[in-house]
């Protein structure tokens, strides 16, 4: 079907509002002036200046750290999550659990931030790399534990039948035969978990200690003294980084769906 | 529960019987129960398989046949009873420490694996040193006819050749018992017909004991050795496909099996092995003697269509045949064989069915034709109401 005229509009008034600041965003990150609202001529320099700003990158290379251990945990608990809700006999209150589960999608991220705070102060912990970690494990692994719930529910439970059958006992069955067959729907939650840490800016603040800013609390405590065009640049970057593991995560879904049968996680 | 040979006509009660020739049989199911919740499934239920046999559990939806074969699988525990396999209680023995494999109605094929990794998955668990997995899986797919289909995907192979997969994955381990659940239901009707032959033969070749569970009559009638009709979470009759069809032991598996016509009457007369009955809107008939005494004067009879013959005239000959007139009210026609609903002068309805022997069609009834339907005294089942 062709689209209709208003449809055109309105789809490229829509995607405009969208796209429209992020691509003044990328453009300007290209910017030669020193001043972010003048446009002075094509220039990379502020991309050679983040890469020689010696506490960017090490918010940078924070962010990384943090969203690598807490996608990796995230994947492994929230995984452990779904198995339990999907496998396991149908014990009482599941339901409740389920709906519990999901609960912190919706949660306010300042409730989130604010309640862990007071849990790591209440227990003496030392902010800092772990608290953040821990924080963002918490945050992510319900989505992961979404998408490899769906995955896990379009499953045929006689394939684990099966490998029980042909000798498998019930953790060797699933390694054998239910893991191959949620792997994608694990990958693309551990991108989904990764995306989710690097963006996150209110809970980190809340769980982060002195000396351990995370990229998006650098970036902010450096806008609130004025926008520098570096600023654009490390954005256009991480938009650059984010959308790679967007496109990974809905790939490795597509995968995951097209193995076996029904359901597609995202 | 009556046996099959108390009610049997010496012919065909001496149709072999083989438990007879085992004294101990490889599977013994003593009174097992299973409910799920309020439910039911499987009530008290006890069962002898011998080896080597090929054995069908038969009923309707919600029977608890699936129930009883995932029992003998190790994916549901008895709440009661034994599970003898070989003279050992498996009935708390998980799923893969069991020499019983299962063929499951979807057949579980494991998408991720090629058609040989399929078949090689039970031996690899089986720490079976690699030639003589490579030789298994080759004589496998060599027995189910899958030659160069080895490395393909499951979703690459048709309902018919997954069907294939399924099985040899199945028997590679060379269990004791294999249970099919369900095996031809995914198949179309010709299919499952060349694969019901293909089946019986490669059982008879390799002696495995069967045991399959389907709703489908046709394919037990002709597959098994013996057939379990099941009800309700229990037994209804146990006997060979023949025994089955010709002396039901209960009105309700005359019903179920195959089509009848059940006539209830009362037994006035009882004289040398014969039975004088007048039945309701039948008049009085002449019936055999059942071997079994009956508990009461009230009983049912029970009579095949096709055991019944129409005619133009009474039959000449009708020494000791029942003849009762009628008239032919619906005619459906089948192919191999008609099928006339007579309305009998007495008031019953009478199904009865013809073979079409002659291409020119000059002997059929029409609708209106006054008929005279016969049948002998043994062609009728005497059963208890």
Request: hydrophobic content about 50%; glycine content about 8%.
């Amino acid at each position: 079907m062709r689209l209709s005229r208003f449809n055109i509009a309105a789809l490229a008034f829509g995607l405009a509002f969208l796209y429209l600041p992020i691509v003044v965003l990328v453009i300007y990150s290209f910017n030669a002036s020193k001043l972010v609202t003048v446009w002075g001529g094509w220039s990379t320099r502020w991309y050679t200046e983040f890469f020689n700003d010696r506490a960017m990158l090490d918010a940078a290379w924070m962010s990384a750290r943090v969203g690598l251990v807490s996608a990796t945990a995230a994947t492994l608990l929230g995984t452990l999550a779904a198995v339990a809700l999907t496998r396991g006999a149908r014990f009482r209150g599941r339901t409740l659990m389920s709906g519990m589960l999901y609960a912190p999608l919706v949660m306010p991220e300042v409730i989130t931030g604010l309640s862990l705070l007071l849990l790591f102060v209440a227990l003496d912990a030392e902010r800092g790399f772990w608290t953040v970690t821990i924080a963002h494990t918490s945050l992510t692994m319900c989505f992961v534990a979404v998408v490899v719930q769906s995955r896990l529910a379009g499953l045929d439970r006689s394939l684990e039948e099966a490998a029980m059958d042909l000798g498998c006992d019930p953790a060797r069955a699933f390694v054998a035969v239910t893991l191959p067959l949620i792997w994608p729907a694990m990958a693309a939650g551990w991108m989904l978990a990764f995306t989710l840490s690097l963006d996150d800016l209110v809970i980190a603040s809340f769980t982060t200690g002195p000396g351990s800013a995370t990229l998006p609390i650098r970036i902010y405590s450096e806008v609130r003294l004025g926008v520098k065009p570096e600023i654009n640049a490390i954005c256009t970057l991480i938009i650059g980084f984010i959308a790679v593991l967007i496109v990974g995560a809905s790939l490795a879904s597509k995968l995951s769906s097209s193995r076996g049968d029904s359901a597609a996680p995202l | 529960m009556t046996t099959a040979t108390d009610i049997l006509p010496d012919a065909i009660a001496e149709a072999p019987l083989i438990v007879a020739a085992y004294p101990m049989p490889l599977l013994r199911v003593d009174g097992v129960s299973k409910k799920f919740g309020a439910f039911t499934a499987v009530d008290g239920l006890s069962l002898d398989i011998q080896a080597g046999e090929f054995f069908a559990l038969l009923g309707p939806s919600g029977c608890g046949k699936t129930t009883l074969l995932r029992m003998l699988a190790g994916f549901e525990t008895p709440d009661a009873g034994k599970i003898l396999l070989d003279g050992e209680d498996i009935a708390a023995v998980l799923p893969h420490q069991r020499p019983v494999n299962m063929m499951f109605q979807n057949y579980a094929l494991f998408p991720h694996l090629s058609v040989r990794d399929n078949i090689a998955f039970g031996l690899k668990r089986a720490a079976l040193p690699k030639p003589e997995i490579a030789a298994r899986v080759a004589e496998m797919v060599a027995l189910v006819k899958l030659g160069g289909l080895e490395k393909r995907k499951p979703d690459q192979l048709s309902g018919g050749q997954k069907q294939r997969v399924a099985l040899a994955r199945a028997l590679a381990r060379r269990p004791q018992l294999l249970l099919l659940d369900e095996p031809l239901a995914a198949l179309d009707k010709k299919l499952r017909e060349e694969t019901q032959a293909e089946l019986m033969e490669l059982q008879r070749r390799l002696g495995t004991t069967f045991v399959i569970v389907t709703h489908d009559q046709d394919e037990a009638m002709t597959m098994a050795d013996r057939i379990g009709v099941m009800k309700d979470g229990r037994l209804e009759q146990v006997a060979t496909p023949r025994q089955l069809y010709e002396a039901p032991a209960s009105r309700w598996i005359a019903g179920f099996v195959g089509d009848i016509n059940l006539i209830e009457g009362e037994v006035t007369l009882q004289d040398a092995h014969r039975l004088t009955v007048a039945a309701a809107g039948a008049g009085m008939l002449t019936v055999a003697e059942p071997k079994a005494p009956l508990p009461s004067r009230a009983i049912c009879l029970a009579i095949r269509p096709e055991k019944i013959r129409l005619s133009r005239r009474a039959p000449t000959s009708a020494g000791g045949l029942n003849s009762i007139e009628g008239v032919v009210t619906e005619v459906g026609y089948l192919g191999g064989l008609s099928v006339y609903k007579v309305q009998l002068d007495h008031g019953a309805t009478l199904r009865v069915a013809l073979a079409n022997t002659n291409r020119l069609d000059v002997d059929a009834y029409g609708v209106g034709q006054k008929v005279v339907a016969w049948f002998a005294p043994d062609d009728c089942v005497v059963l208890p109401r």
